[in-house]
Nanobody, 125 residues
Framework: QVQLVESGGGLVQAGGSLRLSCAASGRTFSSYNMAWFRQAPGKEREFVANIRSGASTYYADSVKGRFTISRDNAKNMMYLQMNSLKPEDTAVYYC???????????????????WGQGTQVTVSS
């Protein structure tokens, strides 16, 4: 139904910026809630940011003010602009999607049914 592919990861110095992209396929993409998660080796998958179909957003405290999530429904694309990167931002970043209803917290990874393969972000000090 929905396939997600991330791109834009890489190696960057602390204080630098990266822009992640998530390309989606699926006829109902515009109605889905979308999110970014990240996972470091040996760590739990961590919520980063969420954006609803109407473009309202919600961020984890750790990235608020530094990261910006956005979407372009006409292009079936979602983005994560990451500024002022810190070494602790190093992780594999995943895009995720879920249907707009369900009554679950947007921070819960288990509420998202569609996932991309992940893209590595490494921030050096």
């Amino acid at each position: 139904q929905v396939q997600l592919v991330e791109s834009g990861g890489g190696l960057v110095q602390a204080g630098g910026s990266l822009r992640l992209s998530c390309a989606a396929s699926g006829r109902t993409f515009s109605s889905y809630n979308m999110a970014w998660f990240r996972q470091a080796p040996g760590k739990e998958r961590e919520f980063v940011a969420n954006i609803r179909s109407g473009a309202s957003t919600y961020y984890a405290d750790s990235v608020k003010g530094r990261f910006t999530i956005s979407r372009d429904n006409a292009k079936n694309m979602m983005y994560l602009q990451m500024n002022s990167l810190k070494p602790e931002d190093t992780a594999v970043y995943y895009c995720a999607a879920r249907e707009p209803s369900g009554g679950y917290s947007v921070r819960w990874a288990g509420s998202y049914i569609y996932w991309g393969q992940g893209t590595q972000v490494t921030v050096s000090s």
